[in-house]
DNA sequence: TTTTTCACCGCAAACGTTGTAGATTTATTT
DNA sequence: AAATAAATCTACAACGTTTGCGGTGAAAAA
């Protein structure tokens, strides 16, 4: 089976094959009539204009790069779903890539971006990333780059990140509420500013209103660790009376220890993390949370992306507001 | 910033296009002299070649597709990030879609599959899926096509699926052996294989080997329903001793069930899953399950599809064969 | 010396599309 | 009726690659 060709329906029709590209096009130098019967020959030899020799002419690919860590995670599947389904609408395809963390791979795929010539990349860096370089690349070769969730932390790029410091500053004053005192609290990697500014934002909340509350922060990935240290301080004696998790997989380490020890939440601990709000309730009772929404920052994104598709003065960052969740473990 | 092509650094070098083209490939028609001349420059320029061209003139995409319901799903992510980290290895990439369980955005996403010229297509029917003719579409164009997961019933195509009756059986068994009488079975939605089969191999095997097992079977999509289903069921009078799910979102929805009416696990009621593996360590105890991995399938159904791409003679259906892993909760 | 052989290289035609500029026909004006 | 204007269409050259085939020069064989 042969692809059909505008080449195909002009020899059809006997007329060029500029007049039957025009005439697809709804251009004004053609007439109805020809319009119409070429219309009607496209549709019935299913027609479907050549993406790569259109790109290749037009240089414009309609793909949209998106470049996460991970694919396989909570709230980065629930962005790309996000993304992928605006693109979709609005004529984009999307290429999606994983870094796994590894700042090699992550040069080489935004190699890869560069080479397939996307219109736009949505990145959130990994945790190795120092250098901004590779993505300068990008720029020069005037592909807009909008930084999602993990975000460079100077100037001058385009971020769209959730409120993290208003995040953490909801949770710490939800544990102040609860005249909780002993805080137990888990960041991610401190390389990330995700951790970084959570962490200050916590820290600060509770030098300022609540002076006597002794908090307690480690720095660690995944579920493992923050299910080794959580285990470890729970068997201390300077017990904490909360746990603050900054992200689904320490909420997870921290439940696994919590019930290997057959601790009742909230009475003997209670627990509070920021989501994507799927963990959360899967636990009894369900976890109070800080909602991040994935999805929303998709949406989110999106429409900076296509302001800066479109070269529209924008604003360099947006953020996305949190709101908390009460489930009954605080 | 502009791209670097064949043309400038023929005309750099002061020699032809062709020579270049094939001074880059090691064609044994060109001197080493030039080829090392060739190659120093066109790192020194970072020569990338264009991609579309490339495309156009030899019409090989080295895109795969992949078509799931939903990308934020614990099974299918893990099942692309397979396929995506395989698939970059060979120097493919990927184009990922979602149906949505959606036939109508099914077909409008094999429509641009085809577009795209997608070398080959990973697809997992939606709910819905009915007709396979847009997928034979596909096969027209020499686009070879293999089910994954959620496969059709009949013949003739290429599937990589779990081996459903095992995952099925090996549950049954380990219930049965545990003295279970009274079943309660989640299903997915009835119009899928992957629940047909599953259904008709437990009970097949309850039949044969425990024929006084009551059993009761559900047909239901979603963690709501699945909790509201087992909240009734709990509540009856004729209440189980031992959950069965299908699948991870009936097993989410039992669990609420179950943390509602504060019951114990596995004292109070039994549960047994079939699932990825990562939800039933969230809960104390581990939930038991049978491991149907998404990401060994990823793997498997790439060597399925590159020997597609080969036109090897290939077995027609793979399985991936499926283990319990005891938790506790059974 | 003439012929053959080879290693090396260039020409030119595709792939399917789009845009510019010009060609043809038809309608309108003088 | 001739000249101008408008409407409709066509030719052609790109975009960057790949590839069959033909051409050059020099070395090897005659």
């Not at 479907?48 to 996460?68: D, F, H």
């Not at 005037?142 to 410091?165: Q, S, W």
């Not at 800080?290 to 296509?306: I, R």
């Amino acid at each position: 089976m042969q692809q059909s060709t505008l080449k195909k329906l002009s020899e059809v029709l006997g007329i060029s094959i500029s007049t039957v590209s025009r005439a697809l096009k709804d251009h004004p130098d053609i007439s109805e009539n020809t319009k119409t019967k070429v219309k009607e020959l496209a549709t019935a030899l299913e027609y479907e204009p050549n993406n790569y020799a259109v790109q290749l002419r037009t240089r414009q690919s309609n793909v949209l790069g998106i470049l996460v860590p991970s694919i396989d995670n909570f709230f980065y599947d629930s962005f790309i779903a996000a993304v992928e389904e605006d693109a979709r609408a609005h004529g984009y395809s999307v290429m999606i890539m994983q870094s796994r963390d590894k700042v090699q791979l992550e040069t080489a795929n935004l190699h890869l971006f560069r080479k397939n010539m996307v219109m736009g990349l949505f990145a959130a860096v990994s945790i190795e990333t120092d250098d901004m370089a590779p993505f300068h690349k990008l720029e020069e070769f005037k592909i807009p780059v909008v930084f999602i969730d993990r975000v460079p932390e100077v100037e001058g790029y385009h971020k769209v990140c959730l409120a993290d410091e208003d995040a953490a500053r909801i949770a710490a004053e939800a544990i102040i509420e609860k005249k909780k005192k002993r805080v137990f609290a888990l960041f991610g990697h401190p390389h990330l500013s995700i951790s970084k500014i959570r962490h200050a934002s916590l820290t600060e909340v509770f030098e300022k209103k609540s002076p006597r509350t002794k908090l307690t922060s480690v720095f660690l990935e995944g579920m493992a660790e923050s299910e080794r240290a959580t285990l470890e301080v729970l068997k201390s004696k300077s017990k904490p009376d909360v746990i603050f998790c900054m992200g689904d997989m320490h909420l997870i380490g921290v439940m696994r220890a919590v019930h290997k020890l057959k601790l009742k939440v909230p009475d003997d601990i209670a627990v509070i993390s920021i989501s994507n709000g799927f963990m959360p309730t899967l636990y009894d009772p369900k976890i109070t949370y800080v909602e991040t929404s994935g999805f929303k920052l998709g949406k989110l994104a999106f429409v900076q992306m296509l302001s800066c598709l479109r070269n529209d003065v924008t604003p360099e960052q947006v953020m996305l507001s949190s709101v908390l969740v009460e489930g009954g473990s605080l």
